[in-house]
C-alpha cells in the first residue's frame, strides 16, 4: 500500500518537531515537508504533492484560513486538517466552511493523530458527532437569518432522499450507520454523498453537516437547537 503523505504547517519549531516525531514512526505514513507559515503551502504542495496537510491556524504572515482556502480551490487539492487549541470557535468553523476535513487539539494523543490522518486520507471526515453538535450550537447566531436563507436555497436542489441523506451527515452518521437508518445499501449512501457534494458544489461531509445546520434541517429533526 503506497504510503499517506504528509504536510506539516506550523509556526512553532517546537510543535513540528513534536509532530514528526509522533507521526514519523507511524506505519503507511511518510512526512514529506514541513512549512512554518502559510505563505510558503502552495510552493510546498506543489513539490511535494501531500495527500493531507495538517495546518495550524494562528501563523505570522499567511494564517492557516487564508492557506486552506488556497489550498481546497486548487482542482487536485489535498485534504486539510486543521491544527488548534480550541475546540469550538469562529476560526475552526471558518477552516470547516472553507474545506477543510476536520480538526484535532494541539494536545491530541499521537495514536489519534495518526488516526486523523488516516481517516481523513481515505476521506472520513474528523469530526466525532459529539464536536459536530459543540461546532453547530457555536455557529448559531452569527448572522444566522441571512446564512439559513442562503443554505435552505441551496438545499432546495435535494430531491427528498438527498435531503434525508444530508441530515443524517449532520448528525455525524458514518456511512454503514445511515445504511441502517435510511433502510439502504452502504455503496447507495456513497452515491446520495457524492451527488449531494456535486449539485451544492461542496468539498467534504463537513460542509454538508455545516448547510444542513444552517438551512434549520437539524432542528427540524429534533438534533439541532439554539
Do not use: C
Not at 503507511?28 to 512554518?36: C, L, Q, R, T
Not at 443524517?168 to 447507495?188: D, K, Q, W, Y
Amino acid at each position: 500500500m503506497t504510503a499517506i503523505r504528509l504536510l506539516l504547517v506550523d509556526d512553532d519549531p517546537l510543535v513540528r518537531a513534536g509532530l514528526s516525531l509522533m507521526i514519523g514512526g507511524a506505519d503507511g505514513i511518510e512526512i514529506v515537508g514541513e512549512a512554518a507559515d502559510g505563505k510558503d503551502v502552495d510552493t510546498l504542495v506543489d513539490r511535494t504533492r501531500p495527500d493531507v496537510v495538517l495546518m495550524d491556524i494562528r501563523m505570522p504572515s499567511v494564517d492557516g484560513l487564508t492557506a486552506t482556502e488556497r489550498l481546497r480551490a486548487r482542482p487536485d487539492a489535498p485534504q486539510v486538517v486543521v491544527l488548534t487549541t480550541f475546540h469550538a470557535d469562529d476560526q475552526v468553523l471558518r477552516a470547516l466552511r472553507a474545506g477543510a476535513a476536520g480538526f484535532v487539539l494541539k494536545d491530541t494523543p499521537p495514536a489519534q493523530i495518526v488516526d486523523a490522518v488516516r481517516r481523513v486520507a481515505a476521506g472520513d471526515p474528523v469530526l466525532s458527532p459529539t464536536v459536530t453538535r459543540q461546532l453547530m450550537h457555536h455557529a448559531a447566531g452569527t448572522a444566522a437569518d441571512t446564512r439559513r436563507a442562503r443554505a435552505r436555497e441551496r438545499i432546495a436542489a435535494l430531491n427528498d432522499r438527498e435531503r434525508e441523506v444530508a441530515v443524517t451527515v449532520g448528525r455525524g452518521l458514518s456511512n454503514a450507520e445511515i445504511a441502517a437508518e435510511l433502510f439502504m445499501s452502504v455503496a447507495t449512501v456513497k452515491t446520495h454523498v457524492s451527488r449531494i457534494l456535486a449539485k451544492l458544489d461542496l468539498n467534504n461531509r463537513v460542509q454538508i453537516a455545516l448547510l444542513a445546520y444552517d438551512a434549520g434541517l437539524l432542528e427540524e429533526t429534533g438534533e439541532g437547537g439554539h
